[in-house]
């Protein structure tokens, strides 16, 4: 039996007035005070994906926050050193920069030798297969991101820059994870997908319905980002009768976003099981760690778990108001159970 503990985390995404706050004397950044609590939960994982959703092209090329994004490499290297073993590029910040600010912000990544998926420096790097193998199962990483505006600036002789989907059509992803479960390399296929809509507490139609097509095309687990809070987690069992866990959306993990629910994020972690000479993998022990960013007491932006932060604050501060804290766990364990009831929540 083949045992693998997969995590993925939400959105990394750093404003201004975090990254400010993180700077030491020498110029560099330091984000271990501010993200500690964050190496415990990426460490937990086999295998560990996160959705960088902000270019990392550094302080040389010029460092910027909303509504388009540059964060320092040192994010990056905070989550490779925690424990991040892949980090997902395809979303709508991805060419908030244009193409100069992507290629050197994959450059950066390659150069602390952070693997990537769903943004690339040519054909080729498109067409390598992102696939990690541990304790003998081999694992392939596609990621995708819904069209944008910004996107329409894109040559189309370099559409292999970013990984974009059109909602009305899952043909080109399922062609794409066929190829790669045809290939013989892979024992599970895990698909990221920005979409969705911003701010939602459950995901839309189209995302259940495109998440149940991509399952059909042979998807065994989707993580979903873009809407900046948790959606409840479920099990789609897709035409062929196969399982495909889908997270509509894994939320905020390190961000300056304010507004109770952007605040609140963690990890989703799930255990794989493959019996030899069985293809069927089983997903076991759903689990997701809450985690909260408080953004209004001495507005440091330190990551906490969120039960524990609770424990010591009955109301939870935000400066769109403040809520109490009970409830807002109450709302969070019924909604993100609604639809996957085992789920652990911690």
């Known amino acids: 039996m083949t045992k693998v503990k997969l995590v993925a985390a939400g959105d990394v995404l750093l404003h201004s007035r975090v990254y400010d706050k993180c ?3 020498e110029g560099n ?17 086999d295998v560990t994906i996160v959705n960088l959703e902000s270019i990392v092209a550094g302080k040389e090329f010029g460092l910027s926050s909303y509504p388009k994004f540059n964060n320092p490499i040192e994010v990056a290297t905070t989550l490779k050193d925690y424990g ?5 590029l395809a979303n709508n910040h991805a060419y908030d920069h244009g193409e100069e600010g992507l290629l050197k912000s994959i450059e950066n990544l390659r150069s602390i030798d952070l693997p990537y998926v769903g943004a690339h420096l040519s054909t080729e790097d498109r067409d390598t297969y992102r696939i990690i193998k541990k304790n003998g199962l081999r694992i392939g990483f596609l990621s995708f991101t819904r069209q944008f505006r910004a996107f329409r600036k894109i040559d189309k002789d370099k559409s292999y820059l970013i990984n974009i989907f059109n909602e009305e059509n899952a043909i080109p992803i399922r062609q794409k994870i066929q190829k790669m479960a045809d290939s013989g390399r892979v024992d599970l296929v895990v698909v990221s997908l920005h979409f969705g809509k911003e701010y939602t507490l459950f995901p839309t139609a189209i995302q259940r319905e495109f998440a149940a097509e991509i399952s059909d095309g042979g998807a065994d687990i989707i993580l979903g980002h873009h809407p900046h809070v948790l959606q ?16 509509p959306s ?13 605040q609140i994020g963690g990890t989703i972690s ?73 789920l652990i929540i911690k």
């Open 232 to 247: 409840p987690p479920e099990i789609i069992l897709n035409s062929r009768g196969k399982k495909t866990f889908f997270i």
């Open 250 to 262: 894994l939320g905020n993990f390190y961000t300056g976003q304010h507004g109770v629910y952007r």
């Open 29 to 45: 950044y330091d984000f271990n005070t501010k993200m500690l609590h964050a190496k415990k939960l990426l460490n937990e994982g």
């Open 270 to 342: 799930v255990e794989l099981e493959k019996e030899k000479g069985n293809p069927v993998v089983n997903f076991n022990n759903p689990t997701l760690n809450l985690t909260f960013v408080d953004s209004h007491h001495k507005k440091d932006f330190k990551m906490y778990s969120f039960i524990d932060y609770i424990k010591e604050n009955p109301y939870i501060k935000t400066n769109r108001g403040n809520f109490e804290s009970l409830e807002i766990l109450t709302e969070l364990i019924t909604r993100m159970r609604s639809r996957l009831p085992n």
């Open 84 to 88: 991040t073993d892949i980090v997902s």
């Open 23 to 25: 700077e030491t004397i």
